[in-house]
C-alpha cells in the first residue's frame, strides 16, 4: 500500500508545475542573480591599499626635517605602508584633489593642515597619520620640558615604531558576510516546500477537493494516507533543495566548509520543517486556497526576511535585540546551523539548531494531525 | 466609457495583491528613514569605525585609559566577553574590530615585558589599520611617558597620554563638494523605487491585460458596438491613470518622508522626470506580459522574476559601483540600467550645468526607447494572436 500511495503522489506533486517553478526554478534564478549581484563582495580578501595622497612643497616643508622623515617613512614600500605620497605645488596638489587622483592634500604650516573633499575612511586615516605627528610633537616636547635627562634614548625609541597588537582568531573560517545569503537562500527553499505540504492537506480533506472526498472513502487509514503523503513531499522537497545545494557547491562555488552529512543533515531538518509548516497552515486557516498559499508564502518571505535575505546582518540584529525570535523562526534556524558548521569546531551549536529545527517540526505535525483525524462531514 | 469603468472595477478586485509591493517599500522606507541619523554636511565628519572592546585588566589606569581612548574615537558596540557572540558580530560586520586587553597587561607593560593587545578582525581591511593606529598611538605614547617622563602615579601616567593626545589636526573640506551626494538619505529612496514601481504597474496592469483577453470575454466585447479603437483607447486611458497614479503616490511619498531635504536639493525636478520615464519602461513591461500570459500563477512568476532579476543586475538592489564589469555589460540591456545610473548621476550632481545634465537626458531617452520598443513588440504580438 505504501508504494502504491507514495507512488502517485511523488508523480501528483511532480507534475504540478507551477509549484515546482516556486520550489525550485525561482530559488534556482533567485541564486543565479545572487551571485551576479555579490560576485564583486565574495570569498574576496580585503586588502589595504595605500592611501594615496599630496604634500604642498613649500619652503616650511622643505624646512620641516622631522615631518618630512616621518612621511618618508610612512611611505617607503613594504608591509608598513601607509601613503603613496605625491611632493607638488599649492595649484596641481588642488587639482589632484578635485580629480579624485588623491584623498587629502597636507599643508604644512603652523599647525599642519589637511585639505580634502569629502569624509570617508581614507581621509580620516590621513588626518589620523598628521594627528599621531602632532602628539608625538607634543609628547617630545613635554617630556624634554619637564624630564631632559634622555633624549637620544627618546628619539630612539620613537624611530622604533613598536607595534603593540596581536591577531588571534576565534576560527579558522574567513568572516564572509555574503555568505549568509545563500544559506537564508536554501532556507526559504526549504520553508518553500512547505507548498507540498499545504497542497497534502488539500487533497486529503473531503471539503476542500474532491480527490480528498474520493480518499477519505477509501477504506485505508488516515494516519498511513497522511504519512505516505508526507513522505512523498518530503522526497521531492529534498530532491530540490539538493539540487539548489549543488548548484551553489558546484556552479556557484559557494562555502559550505567540508561537512558533507552535517550540511545535507540541515537540508533534511529544514525541509521537514518546510513541509510539515505547509501542513499546519493546510490544517488550521479555514480559508480559500489563495488566502492558504498567501499565508504560507507571506510567512517564509518574513521568516526569511527575518534570518537576512534582504538585509545582509539582519539575522544578527534579531538575535541580540529579540533573540527569542531566533529559536523559534526556521528560516533562521537553518541558516545558523549552516553558518555554525561554517564558522565553529565545535558542534553544539549546530545541534541545538537542529533539534529546535525538529522540535517545531514535531509540533506542527502533531497538531495538524491531531486536527485531521476523526473528521466527519454530515453532507459533501 | 464602459471599458474605462470596467477597467477600475476589475483593479478594485485586484488591489490587494497590487498594492502590497507598495506597502511593503513605503513600510521599509519609513523603517530605514527613522533608523538612519540625520548626517552633517559641509563639515569633516571623522570615521568612527564600529569595535568592541574586552577589557580583561578591570580596572587597571592604564587599560581602562585605552578603552576610553579607543570608545572616544571609534564607535564601541557592547558585547559580552563571549567568543561566540563576538564571532557572530565579526561575521556579520556588526564590529569590524574586537579589542582584546588582557588580563595583567597593564602590569607587562609597564614593567617593560612583551606584551600585545589582542585583536580580531577581518584580516588586512583598511578600517582594521585605522584601529590599529589608533592602539599603537596610545601605547607608543604611554611607553615614551612611561619611560622618560619621570615618577609618576599611574593616574597621572594616564592623564599625560590623553592630554598629549588631545590636539586635534584642522581639516578644510573643499567648498564646491561640500554636499556630498552619495549621502543623502533619498538617494536610496530613489533607487528602491524602480522596483517598487517596476513590481506594481506591472502587477496591475498584466492583471487587467489578462481580465479583458480572456478568450470568451474577448470575443464578446469584439461583437460589441463599441469600436475597437475606442475599447482600446479607454484601456490606454486607464492604464496610464493607474500608472501615473503610482508614481505620484510613490512621489508624493518621497516628499512626506524627506521634505525640505528633497525640495532644497533642486533636483526634485530631474528625480520626477527620470522616474516618470521609468514609470512609462514598466507599464509596456506589464503590457507585454499581461498579453503573453494567461495564468494567475505564471503571472506572479513573471512578475517576480522579471522585477528581481532587473532590480538585482542593473543595480537598484546592489549599487551599480560594486557590480562586476560583465553583469553590468549585460545590464545594459535592460531599462533598470539607465534608470540607476541617471538616478546616480542626478544624485552626484551638486550644481545642475548643462553638460551635467545633458547625459542624464540621454539616459532617460534611452528609457523611453525601450519602452516604445517593448508596446512596439506587444502590439505586434497581440496582432500575431488575433490572426489565429
Not at chain 2, 99 to 125: E, H, M, N, Y
Request: charged content about 15%.
Amino acid at each position: 500500500m505504501f508504494m502504491h500511495i507514495f507512488g502517485y503522489r511523488l508523480k501528483c506533486l511532480a507534475r504540478d508545475r507551477e509549484m515546482v517553478f516556486w520550489t525550485l526554478i525561482f530559488p534556482l534564478i533567485l541564486a543565479t542573480m545572487f551571485h551576479f549581484a555579490f560576485d564583486q563582495l565574495m570569498g574576496r580578501q580585503e586588502t589595504f591599499r595605500p592611501i594615496r595622497a599630496a604634500v604642498v612643497g613649500s619652503d616650511a616643508y622643505r624646512q620641516n626635517v622631522a615631518f618630512r622623515q616621518a612621511l618618508d617613512a610612512l611611505s617607503r614600500p613594504g608591509e608598513g605602508q601607509l601613503i603613496e605620497l605625491t611632493v607638488t605645488d599649492d595649484r596641481e596638489a588642488r587639482r589632484l584633489l578635485e580629480d579624485g587622483a588623491v584623498s587629502g592634500v597636507i599643508t604644512v604650516g603652523d599647525p599642519i593642515g589637511l585639505t580634502v573633499s569629502q569624509s570617508g575612511i581614507e581621509q580620516s586615516i590621513l588626518k589620523a597619520i598628521l594627528d599621531e605627528y602632532a602628539h608625538t610633537y607634543a609628547t617630545i616636547t613635554g617630556i624634554l620640558e619637564e624630564h631632559p635627562t634622555d633624549p637620544a634614548g627618546l628619539l630612539r625609541e620613537i624611530g622604533q615604531r613598536r607595534s603593540y597588537t596581536q591577531q588571534i582568531s576565534f576560527s579558522s573560517a574567513e568572516p564572509d558576510t555574503i555568505l549568509n545569503v545563500f544559506y537564508v537562500l536554501i532556507a526559504m527553499t526549504c520553508l518553500y516546500g512547505g507548498f507540498l505540504g499545504l497542497r497534502n492537506t488539500t487533497d486529503v480533506q473531503a471539503d476542500l477537493s474532491p480527490q480528498g472526498a474520493r480518499r477519505s472513502v477509501a477504506p485505508t487509514h488516515k494516519l498511513g494516507v497522511v504519512l505516505y503523503d508526507l513522505a512523498a513531499a518530503l522526497t521531492i522537497s529534498l530532491a530540490e533543495v539538493t539540487v539548489l545545494l549543488a548548484y551553489l557547491v558546484l556552479v556557484l562555488r559557494v562555502n559550505f566548509g567540508n561537512q558533507v552529512w552535517y550540511v545535507l543533515l540541515t537540508c533534511l531538518a529544514g525541509c521537514i520543517a518546510g513541509v510539515s509548516f505547509g501542513a499546519f497552515i493546510g490544517t488550521f486557516a479555514r480559508k480559500s486556497e489563495g488566502v492558504k498559499t498567501a499565508i504560507l508564502s507571506a510567512s517564509s518571505m518574513t521568516m526569511s526576511f527575518l534570518a537576512g535575505l534582504m538585509i545582509v546582518n539582519m539575522k544578527d540584529i534579531i538575535a541580540r535585540k529579540a533573540p527569542f525570535l531566533s529559536y523559534i523562526n526556521p528560516a533562521a534556524l537553518i541558516a545558523d546551523a549552516f553558518y555554525s558548521l561554517y564558522v565553529f569546531a565545535s558542534h553544539r551549536r549546530f545541534f541545538l539548531n537542529i533539534g529546535l529545527l525538529l522540535l517545531i517540526s514535531a509540533a506542527m505535525c502533531t497538531l495538524s494531525f491531531l486536527r485531521l483525524r476523526r473528521d466527519r462531514y454530515a453532507s459533501l | 466609457m464602459q471599458v474605462f469603468r470596467a477597467y477600475f472595477k476589475v483593479m478594485r478586485a485586484s488591489a490587494g495583491a497590487i498594492s502590497i509591493y507598495v506597502a511593503i517599500f513605503l513600510g521599509l522606507s519609513v523603517a530605514f528613514s527613522l533608523a538612519e541619523a540625520p548626517q552633517e554636511t559641509g563639515d569633516f565628519a571623522q570615521t568612527r569605525t564600529s569595535i568592541a572592546v574586552i577589557n580583561r585588566d578591570g580596572e587597571a589606569p592604564l587599560a581602562q585609559g585605552l578603552a576610553d581612548y579607543l570608545a572616544d574615537t571609534s564607535g564601541i558596540v557592547p558585547y559580552p566577553d563571549n567568543p561566540e557572540k563576538l564571532q557572530d558580530a565579526l561575521f556579520f560586520r556588526n564590529v569590524e574590530y574586537i579589542a582584546i586587553i588582557p588580563a595583567g597587561f597593564s602590569t607587562d607593560f609597564l614593567s617593560g615585558r612583551d606584551c600585545a593587545v589582542q585583536k580580531v578582525t577581518v584580516s588586512g581591511s583598511i578600517s582594521s589599520r585605522y584601529v590599529d593606529m589608533r592602539i599603537d598611538k596610545y601605547l607608543r605614547t604611554a611607553r615614551l611617558r612611561h619611560q622618560y617622563g619621570g615618577d609618576q602615579s599611574h593616574e597621572e601616567l594616564a592623564a599625560a597620554i590623553r592630554a598629549d593626545l588631545a590636539q586635534e589636526t584642522p581639516v578644510t573640506v573643499l567648498p564646491s563638494s561640500a554636499t556630498n551626494g552619495s549621502e543623502r538619505e533619498f538617494v536610496f529612496y530613489y533607487r528602491y523605487f524602480a522596483y517598487a514601481v517596476l513590481a506594481t504597474i506591472m502587477m496591475g496592469v498584466s492583471a487587467i491585460m489578462m481580465a479583458f483577453n480572456k478568450p470568451d470575454l474577448r470575443r464578446r466585447s469584439l461583437c460589441t458596438p463599441i469600436p475597437a479603437r475606442s475599447a482600446n483607447l479607454q484601456l490606454a486611458a486607464g492604464h496610464t491613470i493607474f500608472a501615473l497614479g503610482c508614481w505620484s503616490v510613490l512621489v508624493l511619498f518621497s516628499f512626506v518622508l524627506y521634505g525640505r531635504n528633497l525640495l532644497s536639493s533642486g533636483l526634485v525636478w530631474l528625480y520626477c522626470m527620470n522616474t516618470l520615464a521609468f514609470t512609462v519602461v514598466s507599464a509596456s513591461i506589464g503590457f507585454l506580459v499581461g498579453s503573453s500570459v494567461r495564468s494567475n500563477g505564471a503571472q506572479a512568476g513573471a512578475v517576480n522574476v522579471i522585477a528581481n532579476g532587473m532590480s538585482f543586475v542593473c543595480g537598484v538592489f546592489v549599487p551599480q559601483s560594486i557590480l562586476s564589469k560583465h553583469v553590468l555589460d549585460f545590464g545594459r540591456f535592460l531599462p533598470a540600467y539607465w534608470y540607476v545610473k541617471a538616478n546616480d548621476a542626478i544624485s552626484g550632481l551638486s550644481r545642475p550645468t548643462a553638460s551635467a545634465l545633458r547625459p542624464i537626458y540621454g539616459d532617460v531617452l534611452i528609457q523611453l526607447a525601450f519602452a516604445a520598443a517593448i508596446f512596439a513588440v506587444t502590439l505586434l504580438l497581440t496582432k500575431e494572436r488575433q490572426a489565429e
